[in-house]
């Protein structure tokens, strides 16, 4: 269920976005870079050693962390610099998709839904600066292997998100870990828990670690928790004021 | 651009569409890395130098995300 | 008996005493140099509670030491679009 405040914020919003834009070119785009880069680095790993293979693991739980924090620091908090990130998360994308409405319509929604491309390239210029530090150390193997983490974790990261807020769950909501962040991410977009908690968006970890989940399990039943909602805390805050009433019934002719 | 429903009062026309400037910075970014992402793909599917045929294909390719980019104002 | 109101939208986090422009009170004391936030604990949510304070109790010193309580109590809950009037945040006042 709508409310008016949404409905009306969504008219405009779709309102503003240009003629061209075209949610099928932009999601390509998305997963062709993320897909290159990918592909790219596999095909120059030459016989990595079990050494050289935990680089995947130490990306996936750094990229978790990574994915937190600018979550919770920058995309929900005005900061000088990176006020554009903020105005695009907290007050765009979160008044677009409530706990209540968190279902994009067509796909000219996914203007919101996705990250505009070049935030991939920014994400894999520092993954690249990263790797260029671990070549001259370490070896060109543990390099390659970074970089194509870091871009699977990216792609994971937009196909996950959009798990969250496309409609049709008849599959997803079968599927371990993507159930998990679909249930973990609407309840994220109820205002009162929004600037606070379920800060993960792709395996609710750094959420777990850092006692910022909705819900109070240990690691595997956070990881694994589905749709489940017997675990979620009693003492979440609630809105207060609120001028966001529901929208008003047709009056009677 | 106030998008808010106070403003939204019927009568009060929306503003005319302004584009973001994210949007030309992010379109020089991203024909950047399409353009270095093609020049690595090409070599590896080529082994070695691609031709410069291939090379001002890379670069049409960019320019035209980047161009697409800022016309989408994404 | 005034009304204030907050809304976040495209143009920002936007904040108004009867329609007008809340004024921020920076030259009490600047907690944000970003502007008004809420629903959490930090730098623009303790600029709104000033201001709020400072215009409902015209007195900026009592404003300022009641801007920390009042900001847990209130701000950090308020949702995206809220509403209240004087009467609201003298009770909220009240009930600290
Ligand atoms: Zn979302
Ligand atoms: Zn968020």
Redesign the pocket.
Known sequence: MMTARQEAFRTAYRAQIAALYDGIVHVALIFLIGGAALWYCVQNIHAPTWLELLVIPIVVIFANVFEWFLHAQVMHRPRPGFMGIYKRHTLA?HQF?TEHEPFHDTTKDYRIVFFPPYAEIAFLVMASAMAYGVSLVWSTNAALILVASAAGMYMNYEFF?WC??VRDDRIIKHIPFVNTIRRH?IAH?DTAIMMSRNMNLTYPFADWLFGTSDVQRGLLGTLLNGYETRFVRKDLPKVRSSADVTRPAVPAE | MPITVRDLKPGIKPPPRQRNIASLVGGFVIAFGCFVLWLLVASQIVGGRPSAAIIAAGAAFAIAVGVWIRLADL | MKVYEGERGLSGAVVTVDGEPLPPKSEVKVFSKMGFEWTYVGPGPRQLALALLSDHLGDDAKALALSEPFMTAVVAHLDNAWRMDGAEIDAALAAL
């Open positions: 994308h998709f998100h969250c807020h991410h977009h």
